[in-house]
């Protein structure tokens, strides 16, 4: 949010209302219209702020920094993964770790549905590229790129980066760090639209995959399914930002991460057992 508006629930509303707006319209055009060109759209823009921003910023620091977080992070993966701090009072691993990681399994089934909707007639050599390797690069550049400028600015620049953030959150702190460099205005309303871009391609899946699992398996949804699932979807984000807020919100997510995380690891010895049997199909066809 701008500093000049005020993050209350009425200009959530207003948020909630426009985004809803645009991808029930970005639905009902279908999968390969509306969804596919915001998605092309998306990545466009990311790809070309966080090239702007790469050399625009200390690009010899960033460069650094990404080097060296990709040791850190493959030295200390397996003690990080099972780190939960029994002697420490401090909350970041529960703030960030568990809580992202929780969030992103309440996402699973959506995201795995769609991407799997997609990806059909992939091998699986395909699916592992598209899906895990490139987005896992694309995501360390990015982090590099916006967390190294902005770590940047803070350590050599003597920028109060933290206090922003501390103060008025992590969204106004992403649009101070584009304003410190050249056409940081225009760079910030490119990032708005990205954003809502991304949240409009993002709640449009979801409807897209609720309409197909409420309807036998649906590849194609009516129009009518996506709509009346949007406006749920609308109208739930709406109860619990008014009932308790943004945190209200977030710990809704959190508490749907349990029982898909059953699920999830049910989901992994299913698909070995599948693979195990089509390779056994495939020798079995090769000797007859």
Known sequence: MSPS????????????????????LSAQTGLNKGIEYLSNI??????????????????????????????????????????????????????WTIFYWAWWIAWAPFVGTFIARISRGRTI????????????????????????????????KDLPVMDVINNKGTEV???YVLEQFPFGTFMSIVTICLIATFFITSADSATFVLGMQTTNGDLN?????????????????????????????????????LPFSIVLVLTVFSLMKAFKEEGALKREKKSV
């Open 5 to 24: 508006i005020d993050n209350n629930f009425t200009t959530q509303l207003i948020v909630i209302i426009i985004v809803t707006f645009l991808f029930m």
């Open 173 to 175: 702190a992403l649009l």
């Open 221 to 257: 949804p009516s129009g009518s399914i996506k709509l009346t699932w949007g406006l749920i979807q609308s109208l739930t984000a709406i109860i619990l930002l008014w009932t308790g807020g943004l945190d209200a919100l977030q710990t809704a997510a959190i508490i749907a991460a």
């Open 125 to 156: 050599r395909e699916f592992l590229i598209g899906v895990l390797a490139v987005p896992t690069v694309f995501g360390g550049l990015w982090f590099a790129v916006f967390g190294g400028s902005g770590v940047y600015l803070d350590f050599f």
């Open 42 to 95: 998306n990545i466009v823009l990311a790809i070309l702020l966080m090239l702007f921003l790469l050399f625009a910023g200390p690009t010899n620091f960033i460069m650094d920094l990404l080097v060296t977080t990709i040791g850190s992070y493959i030295q200390n993966l397996p003690s990080m993964s099972f780190r939960l701090s029994p002697f420490d009072n401090s909350t970041w691993v529960q703030d």
